[in-house]
């Protein structure tokens, strides 16, 4: 709000600066980056990574999230190492400037951490062996709703 208050020249440095409690030189900074176009007044505040860089927009996380969502409602979990194989394939089709492993082609354990704390509707679970309970349960009414989901997907 303090940068859009200058950038629309409604109040002053000074003004803004006491107002919104912000240091006027890093006011400057955020106007100037603005006004140069390397930000956008939404970006101005926002906490950044460090030195490290963003692989993928909010937009296209977004998109993981509901693919993976989708997958497993579709009773298709994606593991770990497939998750991140996934990732980076998208990245390199899409010409995602990435510093995945290309070694490997696989996202890295850091990135997956992150991801998973951007996004804690999210959880990552171990397989377990089936048992007997599950194996009782499976039954003609979970058998036609798995044929169901699978017309569906047809």
């Not at 190492?81 to 990435?98: D, G, T």
């Amino acid at each position: 709000m303090a940068v859009l208050a200058v950038v629309e020249r409604s109040m002053t440095y000074d003004a803004v600066s006491i107002r919104y409690e912000v240091p006027r030189s890093t006011l400057q900074d955020q106007v100037k980056k603005v006004k140069e176009g390397k930000l956008n007044v939404q970006q101005c505040g926002l906490k950044g990574l460090g030195h490290y860089q963003k692989v993928f927009s909010i937009e296209q996380e977004n998109v993981l999230v509901q693919y993976l969502k989708e997958m497993e409602s579709r009773l298709f979990g994606l593991t770990q190492n497939h998750f991140k194989k996934l990732v980076f394939e998208l990245a390199e089709r899409n010409n995602i400037a990435h510093n995945f492993n290309k070694t490997n082609g696989l996202a890295g354990q850091d990135w997956l951490k992150g991801f998973l704390l951007r996004h804690p509707e999210l959880s990552v679970r171990i397989p377990e062996p089936t048992s007997a309970v599950r194996a009782m349960g499976f039954n003609r009414p979970v058998v036609n709703s798995f044929y169901d989901l699978l017309k569906k997907c047809y």
